[in-house]
């Protein structure tokens, strides 16, 4: 089945600090991957996605390279602010169909100033 | 910004009563699903419907919960009766199309406390 691995949190960084968060992941076919930010008490928004191998999809600071040849798509940022503390997550659609995303069990971020 | 409306926003219930939660999708989008996020989890879908058809529903626990599109636009997740394992936050999103080239954009989701 498909399913998608995401590194434990909480994780805790310091403002301006690098941050990297794993996400692995299982599929039939080539699926399509996102990240997903959600801020305390709201819904989910879309942080950035790749569709196909060696895309990269960025937003707001944020990058992930979709790597095929080790079924990964890491989320990385260079400076990270206070604003950023959220909970992500990383998800799929299969195939790039019509499915629905599956998704992680999402990584606690915590910046300190 | 075009979004996607659910309500109630908070719901606390009792063990065994009914309880049923909306969703309006972003005009014109075809699909619509229902997840559900129990607290430090990720969301799981429970049902997808394309315009008033349901596509999926192989996750939703069909004995106590129900779904319904009628008109292919709004939609009713219903749960009765409620459980307390049934307590998480249900979220509902919408998307233009049924691929993924097309965003999937989420409602703020309605906070479900079965007592």
Not at chain 2, 7 to 33: M, N
Not at chain 2, 73 to 84: G, H, R
Request: glycine share 10%.
């Amino acid at each position: 089945g498909n399913s998608v691995t995401q590194m434990e949190g909480p994780v805790t960084l310091s403002e301006e600090a690098f941050l990297t968060i794993n996400c692995t992941y299982t599929a039939t076919g080539y699926p399509s991957l996102f990240w997903y930010v959600q801020y305390p008490g709201e819904g989910l928004q879309l942080l950035l996605k790749a569709t196909k191998a060696d895309d990269k999809g960025s937003n707001k600071g944020f990058e992930a390279t979709y790597r095929k040849e080790t079924t990964s798509f890491h989320l990385e940022k260079g400076s990270v602010q206070v604003s950023d503390s959220a909970v992500y997550f990383c998800a799929l659609i299969p195939g790039g169909g019509a499915d629905g995303l599956t998704f992680g069990k999402g990584t606690h971020l915590i910046i300190q100033p | 910004e075009a979004e996607v409306a659910q309500s109630p926003r908070y719901k606390i219930t009792e063990k065994s009563q009914a309880v049923a939660f909306w969703c309006d999708p972003i005009s014109g989008h075809a699909t619509l699903y229902w997840y559900r996020q129990i607290l430090g989890q990720g969301p799981e879908l429970l049902v997808q419907f394309q315009d008033e058809s349901v596509v999926d529903d192989s996750q939703l626990p069909k004995d106590r919960f129900s779904a319904e599109r009628l008109k292919g636009v709004d939609s009713t997740l219903k749960i009765q009766p409620a459980e307390l394992g049934d307590s998480a936050m249900y979220l509902c999103a919408s998307s233009l199309g049924g691929t993924s080239n097309y965003g999937y954009t989420f409602g703020s989701g309605t906070r479900l406390t079965v007592v």
